[in-house]
């Protein structure tokens, strides 16, 4: 008998849950949102002093050809890899850098930092890195500062004095927006959508998520969101989960947005097993080879994330700039080549400017 | 059975409830989560979900089955979550390296129950705690995966490896292993001299000796079988979707035991069946999809869980007091 009225117990647990249910966008945080344009209208940067690192004394480096070492976070992947491709077609453009990428093959700060060392020994006229650890890497790149070498970091921050500027892939109100217009444009103003997140505390998706809502007012009033649902970093949970949204909201569900690099592949897995390809909409954050397969399918047509090509261009850009002394403290924005001009944000980082959407026309050139 | 013995005039019906009480309460849980969610959401109750909700856990079932016979026989292990991932990951490279499907299939089995025969070894003939050598296997296990993988995802599987991905019937075929296996593991457990002295040795070790039984060679052999069901749990866990994520999938290996120990089976060894663990895994699923079609945080599953044990633990308890 205790079992039985332990059971109702729980059924009655779950009953009285559904009370809970929110209406706004769950899975945001509560900090204020900054819904960029419509239109895609760069919006003004808030007015921030530099706060990067400056060097000791460089030499005149003025139109000289430099030597630049570039030292991610690990080598080997197919990431990395296409961020030191950019560099090198950077390199290969500006006709004055001689450029090579050395570092760990495995992300780990001590190592990054013994490989930093020895290339501020061996005497090199820039560094460009990106951070395991952005405290750890701090004192090594102040050793660098000091003796007269350029500093600048990208994809993954150091604290700012220890650099001088920092090539930031995406703004957070920049990736809603390309996750927002890129479902809209798959399902029309109107549709029913759902996200499938890691869970509702991580910072970067929970952040995602409330610039979403916020854009999504603003430019897209008429999206209805449906529902949240949390599946950590777990591929198989955020399968089941994204099947149980499919088969919860039947046809008022036109599309799903994965906010991690695993909810992503995950749903469209779902959407594919569940054969709504082409029904249901799956748009999201995600590494281009987990999505090659359904992206080729045509199950998928938007994956959003930044282009690491471009990234390491830009990174490799903005070295020389500060090298040549165009890109001083208090400048608003960069000239980066074939990018065009890259605007300044936060005091001392350089960003990227939109997401890069994939697409099946385009996937196939990326390995990471 | 004690118990029993003292109510003679118990009804057949009485002694059937008596003996499977565990099981009798969670597939109630079962039928009154679907009524209740069914009347609120009846989409809950459609075909294509309710496959879902079997073919998404069949995996944890049929681990939980080979938990369940670990624990039947007084011991325990904490890395069989790792060992999944394990599994996972081999079977992968094989497929992805074009060796035979079957292969694919059948060497990370006999890997599972070659990693399953040195813990089981190790638990019977050194008598170190199962739960100390299952800690170093699952640290073992965890930090070689990642180190071989170097975290990178296994993708492009071929297509004739997917087999928890075929329907055949209309039917995951996930569901047809999970209730075979429980089914023979079942009459196994009840019908085979090597079934019944696993519950002899989790009773009474030292009382099964005096009766003639090997606790040792019993104990390695129940972590061998366990191997055996963690391994096609592995590979039903690998073929379920395009990528093999080469991290081990978190919390597992409690989501298998806490199946068992809701399912009945005593944490002190001895009683519980394989029928039970099957049953609460399903139960689980139950209330992982229920709390999305009621708008409930998934967080709240973890909680209901543990809730869950509490509660069957200390019916258990209750149990063996009324009985001694």
Known sequence: MKKLTMAAIVSLGLMTGSALAASAWTGGDDLPTNPLACDGTPSPAAAKPYDGGSPTNPPDRKGKKITVVDVPKLIGIGYFNATSKGIQDAAAELGNVDAKTDGPTKANIDEQITFLDNYITSGVDGILF??????????????????????VGY????????????VNQAEFNGIAKALVDSMAAEVGDEGGVAIVTSTFTTPNQARW??????YAEKC?????????VEAQEDNNLSFNQATTLINKYGDDLKGIFGMTSVATPASAEAVTQAGKCGKIAVV?????????????????????LWNPVDLGYAAMQVLRAVADGTLQPGATSVKAGKLGDLQVINGSEIL?????VFTKENIAGFDF | MTALSAHPGRSALHRFIGGYGQEIVVLLSIVALFVVVGIINPRFLSDTNINSIFAGNAYIAIAAIGMSMVIIAGHIDVSVGALIGVIATIAGTLAVNGYPVWVAWVVPILFAMAVNAGVGALVAYTRIPSIVVTLGMLSILKGGLISITAGEWISDLPTEFMIAQMRPFGIPSAVYFMVLLTAVAALFMRYTDFGRSIYAVGGNMEAARAAGINPERTVVGVFILH??????????????????QSTVPPNLELTVITASVIGGVSILGGTGTVIGSTLAAILFACIGSALIFLNVSAYWLRAVLGLLILATVLADMARRRRVT
């Not at chain 1, 990227?352 to 890069?356: D, I, K, R, V």
């Open chain 1, 130 to 151: 990106a951070a395991n650890d952005p405290v750890a890497i701090a004192p090594v790149l102040k050793k660098a500062l000091e003796k007269g070498i350029n500093v």
């Open chain 1, 155 to 166: 994809d993954a921050n150091s604290i700012p004095e220890a650099r001088q500027w920092f």
């Open chain 1, 209 to 214: 998520i409330a610039e979403m809502a916020a």
């Open chain 1, 220 to 228: 897209h009033p008429k999206m209805k969101w449906l529902e949240t």
């Open chain 1, 284 to 304: 999201g954050l995600a590494t281009p080879n987990a999505m090659k397969p359904y992206v080729e399918k045509d199950c998928v047509k938007s994956v959003v």
């Open chain 1, 352 to 356: 990227l400017g939109s997401p890069y």
């Open chain 2, 227 to 244: 191997g055996l069901f963690a391994g096609i749990a592995g590979i039903l866990f690998a073929t379920q979707l395009q990528v093999i």
